[in-house]
């Protein structure tokens, strides 16, 4: 192995996001993310909120849909997960999340500009485009208009969606 490629695998990347549910397109990011990174950081946002039109599941269960899918590993340390809540001050919060989880190299990012501004003064972000209608947005706004979602999510997390009634909890709230 070079030595550019050991550098690259001692890397340390985070992930930040709601995971309102967990979707495909997070799914693409992670394993992108994994094979760049010796340990990914994978950061619950919003970890108080639940129960919520935008926030329908809670910290435990949106970590329970990671581990479901990423369970192998999170066993190997490949991956750490971490319950962040909202403290409402963007200017510290990329110091607020560092204070939680240690440090990292690398910022993964979705289509998210707030990610992107709060992280890119102090650390190197990989930002990546929505693939097709792989949004959690999209996920509930399907599930309240009783749309077909499935196709959205693995097999794994549609089943623990359904098992939680989070279908039917997205439709109450």
Same mark, same amino acid.
Request: hydrophobic residues 35%; proline residues 2%; contains cysteine.
């Given at each position: 192995?070079?030595? #550019? #490629?050991?550098? %690259?695998i *001692?890397?340390?990347? +985070?992930f930040? !996001?709601?995971f309102?549910? %967990? =979707?495909k ?7 992108l ?5 010796? *340990?990914?950081?994978?950061?619950? !946002?919003?970890?108080? /909120?639940?129960?919520?039109?935008? @926030? ?6 949106? @970590?329970? +849909?990671?581990? %479901?899918?990423f !369970? $192998?590993?999170?066993?190997? @340390?490949?991956?750490?997960? &971490? =319950? ?7 200017? $510290? &919060? /990329? ?6 989880? !240690? ?7 979705a289509? @998210? ?14 930002k990546? #485009?929505?693939?097709?209608? &792989? ?24 089943? &623990?969606?359904? /098992?939680i ?5 997205? %439709?109450?709230?």
């Amino acid at each position: 192995m070079s030595e #550019e #490629e050991s550098k %690259l695998i *001692q890397r340390v990347g +985070m992930f930040l !996001g709601r995971f309102q549910p %967990l =979707h495909k397109g997070h799914m693409k990011i992670i394993q992108l993310a994994l094979s760049e990174v010796s *340990q990914l950081k994978i950061v619950i !946002g919003s970890s108080q /909120a639940s129960n919520e039109k935008n @926030n329908p599941f809670t910290a435990e269960e949106r @970590n329970q +849909m990671i581990t %479901l899918v990423f !369970g $192998r590993e999170i066993d190997a @340390n490949r991956i750490a997960l &971490y =319950h962040v809540p909202d403290i409402n001050c963007d200017d $510290r &919060y /990329a110091e607020h999340l560092v204070s939680v989880t !240690g440090k990292f190299d690398i910022v993964y990012a979705a289509d @998210n500009e707030l990610t992107y501004n709060l992280f890119s003064k102090d650390y190197q972000v990989e930002k990546h #485009e929505r693939i097709n209608d &792989y949004a959690s947005t999209e996920i509930r706004r399907r599930i309240k208009a009783k749309e077909s979602w499935r196709e959205l999510v693995d097999e794994k997390i549609y089943r &623990y969606i359904l /098992a939680i009634e989070g279908d039917k909890r997205i %439709l109450e709230i």
